[in-house]
């Protein structure tokens, strides 16, 4: 099964309005951490925000938020305020506590955004 | 300012050659990895480094080795580069636990003909 689920392969937004961009992922774990990457058409993945699974608070970090519903296991990311910057491809990804070691990241397959002037 | 090179940022490599990718990281952390980036599979781990000589296979490791002779430094070898093996690769590296993200160097495209 996939641990990390990206519905949305591309979506639209016009500039200056917000945008959701939906991840839904899947653990056993207790403890997790989730993560949200923006990858601009240079190729470099910038980290945006983080969200722990004790976190009460949802994240956020600017313009971006982190929409964190546990029960339904989902940790959409809210941009506000669309520029035509934001235009990237975004990535969802989620690291397990239980695993030892690198704690490495599990990816989704990514969401384009594309802003609309 | 964290600081993750990738020797390439584009390569083009016969069938079956042995291939390098190199990556060097400035900010002292144990962890690094390398990804396979292809377009609607998202980010596919191959292998990763919690520590020097040390590594773990990820989901892809098939064709794929790595080293890490020194901390700063995790390098992929394609042992007999395959077409299927053309992809864009990314290095990252992170210290350990749970809330810490994962720095990323610019990627290297390679391209097996």
């Known amino acids: 099964a996939q641990k990390i689920t990206q519905t949305q392969p591309g979506m639209f937004v016009q500039e200056k309005e917000a945008v959701t961009l939906d991840c839904t992922y899947d653990?056993?774990?207790?403890?997790?951490?989730l993560f949200w990457y923006k990858q601009p058409s240079s190729g470099e993945m910038i980290f945006l925000i983080y969200q722990g699974s004790y976190d009460e608070q949802n994240a956020t970090e600017g313009r971006y938020s982190l929409n964190f519903q546990k029960a339904r296991k989902s940790a959409n990311l809210v941009i506000s305020a669309s520029q035509l910057g934001d235009s990237a491809m975004y990535f969802c990804?989620?690291?397990?506590?239980?695993?030892?070691?690198?704690?490495?990241?599990?990816f989704g397959t990514g969401t384009r955004l594309t802003v609309i002037p | 300012d964290v600081k993750v090179t990738q020797s390439s940022r584009y390569l083009v490599k016969r069938t079956g050659e042995k291939v390098f990718l190199e990556c060097v990281q400035d900010m002292d952390h144990e962890n690094m990895f390398w990804y396979r980036q292809d377009p609607g599979l998202g980010l596919r781990l191959i292998y990763f480094s919690y520590d020097v000589k040390m590594k773990e296979k990820g989901d892809i490791p098939e064709g794929y080795s790595v080293s890490r002779e020194k901390k700063e430094r995790f390098s992929l070898i394609l042992e007999s580069a395959s077409t299927n093996q053309t992809s864009m690769y990314l290095c990252?590296?992170?210290?350990?636990?749970?809330?810490?993200?994962?720095?990323f160097g610019p990627g290297t495209r390679l391209t097996v003909t």
């Open positions: 990804a989620m690291r397990e506590g239980s695993r030892t070691g690198a704690n490495n990241l599990f």
């Open positions: 653990t056993s774990d207790q403890s997790y951490g």
């Open positions: 990252a590296s992170s210290f350990p636990g749970l809330v810490y993200e994962q720095y």
